[in-house]
T-cell receptor
Framework: SQTIHQWPATLVQPVGSPLSLECTVE??????LYWYRQAAGRGLQLLFY??????ISSEVPQNLSASRPQDRQFILSSKKLLLSDSGFYLC????????????FGEGSWLTVV | AQSVTQLGSHVSVSEGALVLLRCNYS??????LFWYVQYPNQGLQLLLK????ATLVKGINGFEAEFKKSETSFHLTKPSAHMSDAAEYFC????????????WGAGTKLIIKP
């Protein structure tokens, strides 16, 4: 069966520090991968999605970036965090065509102080 | 452009009462429709999904949803609420040609009163 792992689960970082959140998927090949963010009291915001290695689409201009160095690995990064980057970050995956279910990881809480 | 509207950011029901969470979508083509549930500090979990088969879709934990094309709705129901149903519920639509994205509603927080 397929599983998704996301870490770290909780992170407290000072303003201006770098960020790296990592996500890996097991049990499937060539998944579509996603990074979402939930700010406090707000809905889901799609940040990045990837349909293959090295193929990243950005949905929201910001100081975050994503990379996909391997088929089942998706990394969210920032060189300098802002207070507004605080939130709950969710990695997710799906396969196939639009309409397939998206499966989510357990999420990472980021607090920028 | 496609959109999803969830009526009510918070819905409060008594334990044992009917749960009704509303979702309306806008789409010019037949959509795929989803309901997800998110428990506190966790990721989202699929409750159920409509893929143009039966219009009444049964999901996990006793939830079901009915696709009504004429009303462009996909409301989520459960006959009898349980305390463990307290969570946030998200409706989403995926349309062919949407570049693999789901269009998400803003979410409805379900509160269960004892």
């Amino acid at each position: 069966s397929q599983t998704i792992h996301q870490w770290p689960a909780t992170l407290v970082q000072p303003v201006g520090s770098p960020l790296s959140l990592e996500c890996t998927v097991e049990g499937t090949s060539n998944p579509n991968l996603y990074w979402y963010r939930q700010a406090a009291g707000r809905g889901l915001q799609l940040l990045f999605y990837s349909v293959g290695i090295g193929q990243i689409s950005s949905e929201v201009p910001q100081n975050l970036s994503a990379s996909r160095p391997q088929d089942r690995q998706f990394i969210l990064s920032s060189k300098k965090l802002l207070l507004s980057d605080s939130g709950f970050y969710l990695c997710a995956w799906s396969v196939g065509v639009p309409g397939n279910t998206i499966y989510f990881g357990e999420g990472s809480w980021l607090t920028v102080v | 452009a496609q959109s999803v509207t969830q009526l009510g950011s918070h819905v409060s029901v008594s334990e044992g009462a009917l749960v009704l969470l509303r979702c309306n979508y806008s789409s010019s083509v037949p959509p795929y429709l989803f309901w997800y549930v998110q428990y506190p500090n966790q990721g989202l979990q699929l409750l159920l999904k409509y893929t143009s088969a039966a219009t009444l879709v049964k999901g996990i934990n006793g939830f079901e949803a009915e696709f009504k094309k004429s009303e462009t709705s996909f409301h989520l129901t459960k006959p009898s609420a349980h305390m463990s149903d307290a969570a946030e519920y998200f409706c989403a639509v995926s349309v062919t040609g949407s570049n693999y994205q789901l269009i998400w509603g803003a979410g409805t927080k379900l509160i269960i009163k004892p």
